[in-house]
């Protein structure tokens, strides 16, 4: 497990309120005296792991620490297991660890608009270099066209023919680039714009730059929210 948070849970010796520690920062919490004392000073702690996972250590083999009714050492948690602490039972409620919890962002719906987004400018790419392939072609008419006026002579239907091939594809390769020159920034544009509005974090709304997914998951935090980026 790499454990990116740890939070020590207890009560606070003078006041009796609850007495959450993580790294260097302490927070007191609920009213004074709520804390009964048999819940330890550092009672448990939570883990959470970079997928957001959790795991829960009972701190002394004097403390007693309960999840769903059942004494418990060690023990992963979600948020809908009931905790209690002590043999008076002291509920532990999850509103007060997410206080301290970092937020997950879980991403990977992300994965699905980045690949759409990519293939399909790739799709893009091909058709156009379909395009420029049929260019191609004409070289290979008019060699075609001279081979059968040297060989045959002039009159000959396929000198005729192959001219007015070379004619055809230029005037549809005219009229696809036309089309092109107009729409396929556009088109371009719109795709683009309609990822990146939908590329952001779950957990504040803010937009990430568009940027490929792995890339995405490296910044491992949202430099919005600091949400820990799950994939
Ligand atoms: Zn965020």
Redesign the pocket.
């Known amino acids: 497990m790499n454990t990116v948070t740890g939070i020590i849970i207890g009560r606070d010796g003078s006041t009796f309120q609850l007495r959450l520690t993580i790294k260097k920062q302490t927070m007191l919490l609920g009213q004074k005296g709520s804390v009964p004392d048999s819940v330890s000073r550092k009672h448990v702690r939570i883990d959470l792991d970079e997928d957001g996972k959790m795991l829960l250590t009972n701190l002394d083999l004097n403390n007693s620490t309960y999840v769903n009714g059942r004494e418990v050492e060690v023990k992963r948690v979600c948020f809908t297991d009931v905790i209690e602490l002590g043999p008076d039972h002291y509920p532990l409620s999850w509103e007060v660890i997410n206080t301290m919890l970092p937020k997950v962002?879980d991403i990977s719906e992300l994965r699905k608009i980045w690949d759409g987004y990519q293939s399909q400018m790739l799709n893009w790419q091909i058709k156009e270099r379909r395009t420029n392939a049929l260019r191609n072609i004409t070289p290979v008419f008019m060699v075609v066209s001279s081979l059968v006026g040297i060989l045959y002579g002039r009159e000959h239907p396929w000198v005729l023919g192959t001219m007015i091939g070379i004619i055809v594809i230029n005037f549809a390769l005219f009229v696809i680039s036309l089309f092109q020159a107009s729409d396929v920034p556009k088109r371009n544009k719109k795709l683009r714009e309609t990822a990146e509005n939908n590329y952001k974090?779950p957990?504040?709304g803010?937009l990430f730059p568009l940027q490929s997914y792995e890339r995405l998951l490296q910044m491992k935090r949202?430099p919005?929210?600091e949400?820990l980026l799950k994939g």
């Open positions: 962002a974090c957990c504040c803010c949202c919005h929210c949400a």
